[in-house]
């Protein structure tokens, strides 16, 4: 049994979400990423089971961990109560604790998603904030939502919403000692750790790749983790 | 439907929904999407007499963060806790959450302490060290669509329209779908499981509509965290919600309806962009099949008009839907702001009708 196996067993998750797999892929038949990427659960689970150290670091700097949507359908269908959903999650807090997130595509991205949800929930209190919501990377949201976006403060009011203000209500102002107490709590509990950890190992690998990479949302290594598609993450049908 | 199997399978999943006094914690995609959904159920509660507290103090539960994997499992339980702290500061024991992802994060919180007091003990340090706040776990942790469950026949006795076409006769043919995180983890957490969740077919039912049974009607809508933050993932989400379209459309749904904040947002904007990418339309004559939550839905049978309910800001039109109930509503007031100003309005999409 190696360290990598060692440190996935730290994690409640893993613990829980790995008893013993037959193999009868019931997982990667009802998973609606199975469907759209080469994707197969079953595979994972399989591979964890071998205890290899050399598989396992294989899969943790791979996309393969990066492909599962959460939905948690294989939690529900297992009949050994496995939960892949569970595993997966376990994958990728270490992965991103090792630093093996930025060798794959799929896992690169994490630092496009620290700088948004996460700079979000620390800077208004909220996962998704409507001023940052743009018709430009959101353009699947439609011309109503690009209405909405342009006259955002006049519709949130007409629909009795509390946008920016004090008090109770939809998209209310949170107070500033709340958002201390959410930086506080990130900083305690290793959320903070995690974001630091995926800007410095995101910098290396900008560097490595030839990518300019500062602060901010608009530079070449962000534009291209938020928009990079290779062709072999999906199987022609 | 053949529902005699089922019932025996909802009777195995009855789930306790307090009375009343509730601690109620928004959802962020709500917020943003479906702002009027969420003063839409304060206002029926009202209404029914119920005791609904919100403390301004409470913010997201990184639920959204935790499940794209930038947020630890250790902080996603202190947050849980910090929230839980509000609601023992207000004097509160029955904790009802808007969101789905909130709610399955609530649940997941809730049963690994249970197996694991130590990592219960462990959260309630982080929280005192970073907060100074204690809590007491709540008595009981509903869905904002279960307690609407609850009340689904006082809010038919109030109700001022039947979903049933109104110049036929017939039912509307309705699709439902649950969010993944409502059950799928912890059935014993849903009202009628994971497989046959009850909770809002015992709306439709109530209210007068016909549940439609279809191939993919558990299939995810597709959000997949990751898989749609990221522009790059997308073809993920939206392939996921036209495979549900794709089976559900044989069967003529006049709506579907959600529990999830983010489902709704998701069958209501995939519709467009299909509508763009291939011009296909899923419901009659270029019409889309309208996409409502349960709180809207429960406010149209109130009676409450369909733009104080912000259906307006839906991009899949409802007003095929609420012709067919014989809801009134003013186009002339579709896009007008609190005091009766123009805010201009949409464009038109290139297939999907628009009103």
């Known amino acids: ?237 | 439907m053949k529902i005699e199997g089922k019932r025996l399978i909802w009777n195995d999943y009855q789930k306790e929904i307090a009375e009343d006094n509730y601690f109620y914690v928004r959802s962020c995609v709500r917020q943003n999407f479906f702002p009027g959904a969420e003063k839409t159920f304060l206002r029926y509660m009202k209404e029914m007499g119920k005791d609904v507290f919100e403390n301004p103090s409470h913010t997201t539960c990184s639920g959204i963060g935790y499940h794209s994997d930038i947020v630890p499992f250790e902080t996603a339980m202190t947050m849980v806790a910090r929230q839980f702290a509000l609601m023992t500061e207000a004097g509160y024991r029955n904790f009802v959450t808007s969101c789905i992802t909130s709610f399955g994060l609530y649940s997941e919180t809730l049963e690994t302490w249970h197996h694991f007091p130590e990592i219960e003990e462990k959260i309630r340090g982080h929280l005192k060290n970073a907060t100074g706040r204690e809590f007491v776990k709540p008595e009981n942790l509903a869905h904002a669509s279960d307690v609407t469950f609850k009340l689904r026949k006082e809010i038919s006795e109030a109700g001022k329209y039947r979903l049933v076409n109104h110049v036929t006769g017939a039912p509307i043919r309705v699709v439902e779908h649950i969010g993944c995180h409502y059950s799928r983890m912890f059935p014993s957490k849903g009202v009628g499981g994971a497989e046959y969740p009850y909770v809002l077919v015992g709306m439709i039912e109530e209210w007068g509509g016909e549940v439609i049974d279809y191939p993919e009607r558990r299939h995810c809508c597709g959000f997949g965290f990751r898989q749609y933050l990221v522009k790059a993932n997308r073809g993920y989400s939206i392939s996921a919600s036209k495979k549900k379209f794709d089976s559900m459309k044989p069967y003529k749904p006049e709506l579907i309806l959600t529990n999830c904040p983010g489902c709704p947002m998701f069958l209501d904007r995939w519709q467009y962009a299909i509508s763009e990418m291939e011009g296909t339309t899923y419901g009659e004559g270029g019409q889309g099949i309208p996409v409502v939550t349960y709180e809207e839905l429960a406010g149209l049978i109130l009676g409450y008009d369909p733009w104080d309910l912000g259906l307006q800001v839906h991009q899949v039109p409802v007003e095929p839907l609420l012709d067919k109930i014989g809801i009134p509503y003013d186009p002339e007031k579709k896009f007008l702001d609190k005091d009766g100003n123009s805010m201009g309005q949409p464009k038109s999409p290139t297939h999907l009708k628009f009103y």
């Not at chain 1, 979000?120 to 430009?136: A, N």
């Not at chain 1, 976006?149 to 509390?162: P, S, T, Y």
């Not at chain 1, 602060?215 to 990079?228: E, G, K, M, P, V």
Request: hydrophobic share 30%; glycine share 6%; charged share 25%.
């Open chain 1, 1 to 237: 049994m190696g360290a990598l196996y060692e440190k996935l067993r730290q994690d409640i998750r893993f613990v829980e979400g790995l008893t013993a797999c037959l193999n009868c892929g019931t997982c990667t038949a009802i998973c609606p990423a199975a469907e759209f990427y080469n994707y197969q659960p079953r595979k994972l689970v399989d591979i964890l089971q071998t205890r290899d150290d050399e598989k396992i670091e294989e899969l943790l700097k791979s996309d393969t961990i990066w492909y599962c949507g959460e939905c948690m359908s294989c939690v529900t269908r297992c009949p050994r109560n496995n939960a892949p959903g569970l595993l997966i999650t376990a994958l990728r807090s270490l992965s991103q604790e090792m630093g093996y997130f930025v060798e794959s595509e799929k896992g690169r991205q994490q630092l496009a998603i620290k700088r948004t949800v996460g700079h979000w929930i620390l800077e208004y209190g909220y996962c998704l904030y409507p001023s940052q919501i743009t018709p430009e990377n959101h353009p699947e949201q439609g011309p109503v939502w690009e209405w909405e976006f342009q006259n955002i403060e006049k519709v949130m009011d007409r629909l009795g919403a509390n946008y920016k203000k004090a008090g109770p209500g939809v998209l209310r102002a949170i107070p500033q000692e709340d958002l201390d107490e959410i930086k506080k709590i990130f900083d305690e509990t290793g959320a903070t750790s995690r974001f630091e950890k995926i800007e410095s190992f995101s910098k290396q690998k900008a560097e490595e790749m030839g990518m300019q990479l500062d602060d901010s949302l608009q530079n070449d290594y962000i534009r291209h983790i938020y928009t990079a598609v290779n062709k072999n993450h999906t199987t022609e049908t």
